[in-house]
């Protein structure tokens, strides 16, 4: 095993790694957005909203996120009948990882506004608010606080999963390696040493959600 290649296979690793941090970054932003307005949708009385939440999220958590991401890639193109442009790579793999996670954070933030004291709604329509402010202003702020742990927990494992669009071959820091070792024949020193740039990226999501479990808990406490 030639060791030798880790110092000069970092460089394009590095920008492997970039890719695979724009792709993180970018789901996460849908995977919130859509996990809260599902998370409501799953709450709602009305049964259409809720049928609709309940639907798409035991699809997409039902199903594999590679599956997802082939039928961003190869499928929408074929039923749309478009041509897809240059960088539809990266819109599929954003695409298919940011409305995955959108359903495990609906989730996540449905158990987290379910466990705010019903009382304290009621509290805030005595005073004047509607339902929406409530929700807004009263019950989110807390929720928030309370999903953070399993926040970062699903972030972590969307940062992990990003490998899998190295099969539609995006360059992320797993096709990356993946193109090295197809060119020195050098399995294990190349792939050992993405394995700790994702652990390295993994730890430094760990200590950030910590910071910012301890910070909101301090908050609380004053």
Do not use: C, H
């Amino acid at each position: 095993m030639r060791w030798e290649l880790i110092i000069p296979s970092f460089q394009p690793l590095l920008k492997g790694t970039q890719v695979t941090i724009e792709l993180t970054a970018g789901a996460v932003g849908i995977g919130i957005v859509l996990g809260l307005f599902l998370a409501l949708m799953r709450l709602s009385s009305k049964r259409l909203l809720k049928g609709i939440a309940i639907s798409y999220i035991d699809f997409f958590r039902g199903t594999p996120l590679l599956v997802q991401i082939f039928l961003a890639y190869y499928g929408l193109p074929q039923i749309l009948n478009f041509t897809p442009p240059d960088n539809y790579k990266y819109i599929a793999a954003i695409s298919a990882m940011g409305l995955n996670s959108g359903a495990y954070l609906a989730e996540i933030f449905r158990s987290g506004i379910q466990s705010i004291d019903r009382g304290q709604t009621e509290a805030a329509r005595s005073l004047g608010m509607t339902q929406t402010q409530a929700m807004w202003y009263i019950i989110l702020p807390q929720a928030f606080k309370r999903v953070i742990p399993p926040l970062g927990n699903e972030f972590i494992a969307l940062l992990k999963d990003s490998s899998l669009v190295a099969l539609i071959a995006l360059e992320d820091l797993m096709y990356s390696g993946k193109i090295i070792v197809g060119r020195t024949y050098q399995s294990f020193p190349i792939y050992i040493e993405v394995a700790f740039i994702y652990l390295a990226m993994t730890l430094v999501l760990s200590r950030i959600v910590s910071y910012t479990e301890r910070r909101f808990g301090k908050s609380d406490i004053r």
